[in-house]
């Protein structure tokens, strides 16, 4: 059974930082893109950032560029966010695609994990 399971949310207070994890296991994710998307209560779903296998192609949202910084290794993704901001709150998802991470935002990923709250206080 293929599984993303994530880690590290958590309540912090605005301009402070959080680290997510996300290990991947049940195949191997060799190849794939892996990413982060976010959903907020009562709003659509948002891509946030994805990176490729090789870890040499990024791609961020607008939204949190030069703020977040995501990284990999061998079938984990972890998401280092900096400086947050109430409006980063929302339930984190990790997924993983076969296709290049500037294609993760448009076309939704085969494989996601149940998520981790991630809560901003102003």
């Known amino acids: 059974q293929v599984q993303l399971v994530e880690s590290g949310g958590g309540l912090v207070e605005a301009g402070g930082s959080l680290r997510l994890s996300c290990v991947g296991s049940?195949?191997?994710?060799?190849?794939?893109?892996m990413g982060w998307f976010r959903q907020a209560p009562g709003k659509e779903r948002e891509f946030v950032a994805a990176?490729?296998?090789?870890?040499?192609d990024t791609y961020y949202s607008d939204s949190v560029k030069g703020r977040f910084t995501i990284s990999n290794a061998k079938d984990t993704v972890d998401l280092q966010m900096n400086n947050l901001k109430p409006e980063d709150t929302a339930v984190y998802h990790c997924?993983?695609?076969?296709?290049?991470?500037?294609?993760?935002?448009?076309?939704?990923?085969?494989?996601w994990g149940q998520g981790t709250q991630v809560t901003v206080s102003s």
């Open positions: 997924a993983a695609a076969s296709w290049g991470p500037h294609l993760m935002g448009d076309i939704a990923p085969k494989y």
């Open positions: 049940g195949r191997s994710f060799s190849g794939y893109s």
């Open positions: 990176i490729n296998w090789s870890g040499h």
